[in-house]
Nanobody, 133 residues
Framework: DVQLQASGGGLVQAGGSLRLSCTPSGFTFDDDYAIGWFRQAPGKEREGVSC????????HYADSVKGRFTISSDSTKNTVYLQMNSLKPEDTAVYYC?????????????????????????WGQGTQVTVSS
């Protein structure tokens, strides 16, 4: 049974930091995967935050988090992280990690994207991040 576990959320004051983790059970984040972080605040649509391509570690960020958030992976722990610094109250949301399986010939993987959440196949249960002002 394929599952994703997102963890690391919590309550933090504005300007603080949190590190979210995304760990799969039942499979390994290999080169075929792109891992995305998304968030959804109450009354708002789900939005893409960041993604990483596992084949080369290339990353993409939403403009709203550039320079504050960093996505990374640790193959030894089979985990993808989202380091969130300089948090703002508007970062308050439930954060989800998701996987996209990219099956391409010859290893010609496209860059990851957070523009279309529907291309992601499996989703974790979400972790709440609350930033107080």
């Amino acid at each position: 049974d394929v599952q994703l576990q997102a963890s690391g959320g919590g309550l933090v004051q504005a300007g603080g930091s949190l590190r979210l983790s995304c760990t799969p059970s039942g499979f390994t984040f290999d080169d075929d995967y792109a891992i995305g972080w998304f968030r959804q605040a109450p009354g708002k649509e789900r939005e893409g935050v960041s993604c990483i391509s596992m084949n080369d570690g290339s990353a993409h960020y939403a403009d709203s988090v550039k320079g504050r958030f960093t996505i990374s992976s640790d193959s030894t722990k089979n985990t993808v992280y989202l380091q969130m610094n300089s948090l703002k109250p508007e970062d308050t949301a439930v954060y989800y990690c998701a996987t996209e399986v990219r099956l391409v010939a010859g290893g010609d993987y496209p860059p990851c994207s957070i523009q279309y959440p529907q291309i992601y196949d499996d989703w974790g249960q979400g972790t709440q991040v609350t930033v107080s002002s």
